[in-house]
T-cell receptor, first 114, second 114 residues
Framework: AQSVTQLDSQVPVFEEAPVELRCNYS??????LFWYVQYPNQGLQLLLKYLSGSTLVKGINGFEAEFNKSQTSFHLRKPSVHISDTAEYFC????????????FGAGTRLAVHP | DGGITQSPKYLFRKEGQNVTLSCEQN?????MYWYRQDPGQGLRLIYYSQIVNDFQKGDIAEGYSVSREKKESFPLTVTSAQKNPTAFYLC?????????????FGPGTRLTVL
């Protein structure tokens, strides 16, 4: 079975500052990794995903994430945040080769202040 | 525009009543999913369907039922047997059930039991 831990439930940050949202996973098999963003009262939108290849994955809105197999982590980063990045961010995993069942973390609420 | 629609956006139910949440997609995707989201928690899978006339229970199927009579439609019924139905419900779809296929989410339905 897989599990996902998002280490921070809330992350406050000032506009134009860098941010890192942390995600660790547990799995006995290889996994695919995802980051989704949710704006208030809306559905989820895919930011980026790691399936294979380069461990540094670039996504939409200037976000990137790095897959670290030895540390079982997939942290999300942005070098300079905007007010519009205020949202909830979810890390998720799927067991590779299995069916398409996403296992989500509890989410991290990013609050960007002026 | 292709996408996933969910209706209604807000739904109120009296205890003891069954309610049905609508999910429609025009993406020509084979696989569809229902998730439940509670505050401070990640999404949990209720039911999924890989193809028309087929569906499988997810992690929290008790008190819910689904049907998949058409490729584009996957309605969810919340029955009176669901002990704590107040939550945000999200529908998703993917091209196939393959674990590499991205899941795309609808805007959600917020159900409140009065």
């Amino acid at each position: 079975a897989q599990s996902v831990t998002q280490l921070d439930s809330q992350v406050p940050v000032f506009e134009e500052a860098p941010v890192e949202l942390r995600c660790n996973y547990s799995s006995s098999v290889s996994v695919y990794l995802f980051w989704y963003v949710q704006y208030p009262n809306q559905g989820l939108q895919l930011l980026l995903k790691y399936l294979s290849g380069s461990t540094l994955v670039k996504g939409i809105n200037g976000f990137e994430a790095e897959f670290n197999k030895s540390q079982t982590s997939f942290h999300l980063r942005k070098p300079s945040v905007h007010i519009s990045d205020t949202a909830e961010y979810f890390c998720a995993v799927i067991a590779s080769g299995g069916y398409n069942k996403l296992i989500f973390g509890a989410g991290t609420r990013l609050a960007v202040h002026p | 525009d292709g996408g996933i629609t969910q209706s209604p956006k807000y739904l109120f139910r009296k205890e003891g009543q069954n309610v049905t949440l609508s999910c429609e997609q025009n993406l020509n995707h084979d696989a569809m999913y229902w998730y439940r989201q509670d505050p401070g928690q990640g999404l949990r899978l209720i039911y999924y369907s890989q193809i028309v006339n087929d569906f499988q229970k997810g992690d929290i199927a008790e008190g819910y039922s689904v049907s998949r009579e058409k490729k584009e439609s996957f309605p969810l019924t919340v029955t009176s047997a669901q002990k704590n139905p107040t939550a945000f419900y999200l529908c998703a779809s993917s091209i196939t059930r393959d674990s590499t296929d991205t899941q795309y989410f609808g805007p959600g339905t917020r159900l409140t039991v009065l």
